[in-house]
Each structure stands twice: as structure tokens, then as C-alpha cells.
């Protein structure tokens, strides 16, 4: 393969968004951005900078290579020699997707690379990323954008994107501490009573028609009974200003794993508000990050020299 570039942007995600576990997800507007480079040569080239630029292996265990090479494999292609050069924003381990967002990022590299060649459809791609991530709640709305609805069926991970009402205001509290996917999900048990997985069913119902069309009934509408208390002791901190915000009338969850806070405000005086009174209740200091709702998902394109956009 001879010398090619494409740049790659992929939203953050929250996924959960209370009710809708391992369901529910939502993209935001903070991105990742890399060039990846296909070489004459091989071998392989990574310079990381912004989030996790001091943790992220550079050698060829860095998730956005693993998720390219995933790909090239599926498609019966080798790797070429890889230059990848990549501005990281997306939090962390904060709860807001950043190795979905690294996963989708590589495949949609590889999408770039193999264009012409291999053509990667939006299932092919929904089905990879879900195989590398394990679940398809935050790969899905950084995939396509927008509010996604992500299920399993015989054929494998599906999705259906729906418009988010624009009165919806997404604030996002990030803390300084980090907290572990898989520790935060073996926390949630296994089995819950009917009643609660009834009580679920019928706020994720309603979290749907809130997101869409009536944004006055999300606080109601983001209840949940089958995961959030029971990861409430890994991050008291988190539970804690859910809880305060909540209790004034705004619709706070944890996003996605934790340990940052989604609040779904209904307005961005409402969302001011609720800035506002995160300051004071907690010892914990918490940034706030006032967004928007990702429409596009991730995107590529040909970023070689010469190439038109």
C-alpha cells in the first residue's frame, strides 16, 4: 500500500443515561482527532498528545492499532507500516466513552485505507467495533451520533438513531479520579426482582419520548433501579452530587461506567443552574463541560497531500 492519509474525528459517548443500561447511549461534543498514515514500509509510528498522552502505550497495543489491524484482518488484508498521530480530548477513564471512541476511531482509519479496495459498511463496522468493545451502548452512538438505541439480536449488534429534541442541554461533570469499566460492571447484579426490571422498562420507554419530544419529564424519566446504587460505594463522590442535583430537580446520572455526572438539562438556563449548584455541595472538584449533542458521529476522510475534501 502505497503512502496514504485520513483523518479521523470520533464523538465522546455517554451511555446509560440512567434507565437504558447497556442499551441507551448519546454522543457529545468532545473529539478525538488523528491522521493515521499507511507506509511504503513497514513499521510503526504513534505520537499521542492531550488526554492520556503520558499512559497510552505507543507500540502496537494502542487500542486505535489493535481496533485497524482488527479490521484488516476481517477484510483478509495486511497492516501496512502505520504513522498515527493523535490529539486526545476525550476524557479517560471518566465514563465517557474513550475506548469506544478509540476502537470506532480505528476502524474508521481502516475504512480510510482500504476505500477503493474493501469497502467497510456501517453494519461491518457496528459488528467490529461491538466484538473489540464487548457491547454496543457506546460504540454505537460513535458510530453514527445522535441518541442510539443498541440491541443484540441473531444477526448481531443493531442500532437505531433517533434526533435528540433541541432543547436538550448536556453538562457533564468530570472529578480527577478515574474509575474502571470492568470494576463498575461487576458490581451490578447479576439478577434483579421484576419490579425493578418493570420500573426500568418503563422509564427507558419514557427516556425516549423525553429525549425526542418532551424534555420536561426527564428528571422522571432517568430513574433507575438495576445499576446505579450498587455502584454507588466504588464512587460516594459521584453518588453523592447525583443525588444533591436530583433532589433539586435536575435529571443527573452517572454517565456512562463513572465516574463523571450527566445531567440532561431542559434548557441552558437550566443547565447554568445546575453548574451553579454542583459548585457547592460536594469537597470534590469537578469540571464542568457544558456540550452539545453530536449529530455526525465519526467521520474520515482522504487527508493525503494533494487530495481533495
Known amino acids: 500500500m502505497s503512502e496514504r492519509s485520513v483523518a479521523v474525528r470520533v464523538p465522546a459517548t455517554s451511555a446509560n443515561l440512567g434507565p437504558g443500561f447497556d442499551t441507551l447511549g448519546l454522543a457529545l461534543s468532545v ?5 493515521v498514515t499507511a507506509l511504503p514500509e513497514p ?8 488526554e492520556g498522552a503520558a499512559d497510552v502505550p505507543t507500540d502496537a497495543s494502542h487500542l486505535v492499532v489493535r481496533a485497524m489491524a482488527y479490521a484488516f484482518e476481517a477484510c483478509g488484508r495486511s497492516l501496512p507500516g502505520i504513522r498515527l498521530v493523535a490529539h486526545n480530548t476525550i476524557p479517560h477513564g471518566r465514563g465517557m466513552g474513550s475506548s469506544g471512541a478509540a476502537v470506532v476511531a480505528g476502524l474508521l482509519a481502516a475504512k480510510g485505507l482500504l476505500a477503493g479496495d474493501v469497502e467497510l459498511g456501517d453494519d461491518t463496522l457496528l459488528r467490529l467495533a461491538t466484538e473489540l468493545e464487548g457491547h454496543p451502548d457506546n460504540v454505537a452512538p460513535a458510530l453514527f451520533g445522535g441518541l442510539t438505541i443498541a440491541w443484540m439480536d441473531e444477526g448481531g449488534p443493531q442500532h437505531k438513531k433517533l434526533l435528540v429534541h433541541r432543547g436538550v442541554s448536556p453538562l457533564v461533570f468530570v472529578p480527577d479520579f478515574t474509575m474502571s469499566t470492568s470494576v463498575a ?11 425493578d426490571a418493570v420500573f426500568n422498562v418503563s422509564r427507558s420507554a419514557l427516556l425516549i419520548a423525553a429525549l425526542t419530544q418532551s424534555p420536561e419529564l426527564l428528571l422522571a424519566a432517568t430513574e433507575d433501579k438495576l445499576h446505579q446504587s450498587y455502584r454507588a460505594q466504588a464512587m460516594p463522590a459521584t453518588d453523592q452530587l447525583v443525588r444533591a442535583l436530583r433532589a433539586q430537580g435536575f435529571a443527573a446520572v452517572v454517565s456512562g461506567a463513572g465516574p463523571s455526572v450527566l445531567v440532561l438539562a431542559d434548557g441552558p438556563g437550566q443547565r447554568l443552574a445546575a453548574a451553579e449548584l454542583a459548585a457547592t455541595v460536594t469537597d470534590t472538584p469537578w469540571e464542568p463541560l457544558m456540550l452539545a449533542v453530536d449529530v455526525k458521529g465519526g467521520t474520515v476522510r482522504d487527508y493525503t497531500e494533494g487530495a481533495t475534501a
Open 43 to 50: 513499521g510503526l509510528e504513534i505520537v499521542v498528545s492531550g
Open 31 to 35: 473529539y478525538d482527532e488523528l491522521v
Open 185 to 195: 460492571r461487576g458490581l451490578a447484579p447479576l439478577q434483579v426482582t421484576r419490579e
